[in-house]
């Protein structure tokens, strides 16, 4: 699936277009074959020997993870999936930075924009983020190479569609896309005045709220002074009216009461749990009465030591360290602490937009404001 051209997209070179497709096979060979086949091995070989030892399964994930160890596939596996990603980065990022001048030129906010931007020189950069590159995306989201620089904007825009084999769509707004329409079903007389996306990256889930409601005026903030600037840059590339700042989504500057629907995509799973309490707290601050908050995530961490040890490989092998802890939150005791009434949570699943039957269900967490 190739992705759509704009203004801001980077473009690539005949060699470089070459390598693109290599990562991205190499990427879709892991995740479509390798991956699933570790649990083959663990069940016809793996499982099968241990028993045979101890007369029982591996009862924690060390024990699975020692197990798994030992086949060669799975350590083969591992390496591939691990170089695979840092491949990814090499190679978008050599294209990136060859253009960078044109794409940090072709954001720049100009008179009769349909949206605006604004970013903070004073933001504190968290902890949790300065010190660990996310994805093992060289720099992480907020990284800055000049004072006008959308290189980390850029690079993810382009490393999302590679990473995915293009399963985001060829605007990378799958997901956006399930979320609103997730919405529209779920609360079809919400009519919203105003709307936040909250890690809004490079707007890829953005967009397509403003798509869903028209009328709404569409916000998306984001701690990374080049996710916004790039977002900007792109929604006026594509003809859309939004609003970007540079906003820590745990403490916004937006008055109380200011918006009737406020999410997240893809942002939880890579904040500690103290954060994740932290948004959803700022979410009830910022929802009018009747609003709807929603994120991904809810689901649950498996009680089998393989299963755990399986949903646990992007946490243990590219640079997820909270996603543990975002799959072992307590969502209902952490949406009653931000101040949503129990009886007012909402749960739910969607199917992928793209690549149905292939890629796994979105979980939906959320709560309704009283
Ligand atoms: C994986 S990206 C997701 C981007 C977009 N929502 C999507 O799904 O394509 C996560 C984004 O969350 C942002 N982020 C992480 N913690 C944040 C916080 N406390 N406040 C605002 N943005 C945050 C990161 O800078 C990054 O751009």
Not at 104 to 130: F, S, W
């Amino acid at each position: 699936m190739f992705q759509e051209r704009h203004a801001l997209l980077p473009r690539e070179t005949h060699d470089e277009a070459a390598r693109y497709a290599f990562v991205s096979s190499l990427r879709k060979m892991f995740t479509v074959e390798l991956f699933p086949g570790m649990r083959t091995v663990y069940q016809q070989r793996q499982l099968p020997a241990f028993e045979a030892k101890h007369g029982r399964a591996p009862n924690s994930v060390r024990e699975a993870s020692e197990l798994m160890e030992k086949s060669a596939y799975y350590r083969g596996a591992n390496i591939i999936g691990r170089a695979a990603q840092e491949l990814l980065w090499d190679t978008v990022g050599e294209s990136v930075e060859r253009q960078l001048d044109t794409l940090d030129e072709a954001a720049k906010p100009r008179a009769g924009d349909l949206g605006t931007v604004r970013t903070n020189r004073d933001m504190e950069i968290p902890r949790y983020i300065d010190t660990v590159d996310i994805h093992v995306m060289p720099g992480n989201f907020h990284t800055e190479l000049s004072s006008e620089d959308t290189y980390a904007g850029a690079l993810y825009d382009r490393g999302v569609h590679v990473f995915s084999f293009g399963g985001l769509g060829p605007r990378n707004d799958g997901l956006g896309v399930a979320q609103a329409a997730f919405i529209k079903e779920r609360f079809p007389d919400l009519k919203p005045r105003r709307i936040l996306d909250m890690g809004c990256g490079p707007g890829f889930t953005t967009l397509p709220w403003k798509d869903a409601f028209p009328d709404a005026e569409v916000h998306g903030i984001d701690i990374g002074a080049p996710q916004i600037r790039y977002a900007h840059g792109r929604a006026e590339a594509l003809g859309k009216a939004i609003h970007y700042s540079q906003q820590n989504a745990a403490a916004t500057d937006f008055p109380d009461g200011y918006f009737d629907i406020v999410v997240s995509m893809l942002v939880t799973h890579e904040c500690p749990q103290p954060v994740i309490r932290g948004i959803f707290k700022e979410a009830h601050r910022l929802l009018a009465p009747g609003g709807v908050t929603l994120h991904d995530g809810g689901g649950t961490m498996p009680h089998d030591p393989f299963d755990n040890l399986l949903m646990s490989w992007f946490g243990d092998n590219v640079n997820e360290p909270f996603s543990a802890g975002f799959k072992s939150l307590d969502y209902d005791k952490a949406f009653v602490e931000a101040g949503f009434d129990p009886g007012k949570i909402v749960r739910g699943t969607r199917e992928p937009v793209y690549l149905k039957g292939q890629l796994p269900p979105i979980n939906f967490i959320g709560a309704v404001k009283e």
